[in-house]
C-alpha cells in the first residue's frame, strides 16, 4: 500500500517560513516525478513545484524565487522550502506523486492527504 506522508504545515507571520516534508512509503519500485500543489479556500488545486518524469524541476510563477523544492531520492521524500511567505499562500497543501510500486507495472498518480498552510499576522 503506497501512501504519501505529509508534514510541516501551520501558522506562520507574513514574511516567515516554513519547511513541508512528504514522504513515501510502502511498496515502491520507482518515482517518476515528485511534488506539491496546493488549493486555497474556494479555489481549484494549483501546481506549486514539481520534480517532472523528464528531469526538470518547475515552479509556479507566483512562487519562484520563494519557495524550494528538493528530494532525497534515497528516503523517497520530497521537501518544499517556502519562504517569504504571504497571506496569498495560504492553502492546503498536496503532495504528488507519479510513482512505480512494482516492477513492470505502470506508473500511478498519489496524493497525499494534504496539510494546512496559514499566512496571517
Known amino acids: 500500500q503506497v501512501q504519501l506522508v505529509e508534514s510541516g504545515g501551520g501558522l506562520v507571520q507574513p514574511g516567515g517560513s516554513l519547511n513541508l516534508s512528504c514522504e513515501a512509503t510502502?511498496?515502491?519500485?520507482?518515482?517518476?516525478?515528485m511534488g506539491w500543489y496546493r488549493q486555497p479556500p474556494g479555489k481549484e488545486r494549483e501546481l506549486v513545484a514539481t520534480?517532472?518524469?523528464?528531469?526538470?524541476?518547475d515552479y509556479a510563477d507566483s512562487v519562484q524565487g520563494r519557495f524550494t523544492i528538493s528530494r532525497d531520492t534515497a528516503e523517497n521524500t520530497a521537501y518544499l522550502q517556502m519562504n517569504s511567505l504571504k497571506p496569498e499562500d495560504s492553502a492546503i497543501y498536496y503532495c504528488?506523486?507519479?510513482?512505480?510500486?512494482?516492477?513492470?507495472?505502470?506508473?500511478?498518480?498519489?496524493w497525499g492527504q494534504g496539510t494546512q498552510v496559514t499566512v496571517s499576522s
Open positions: 510502502g511498496s515502491i519500485w520507482s518515482i517518476t516525478s
Open positions: 520534480f517532472t518524469s523528464g528531469g526538470r524541476v
Open positions: 504528488n506523486s507519479d510513482l512505480i510500486p512494482r516492477a513492470g507495472w505502470l506508473p500511478s498518480t498519489y
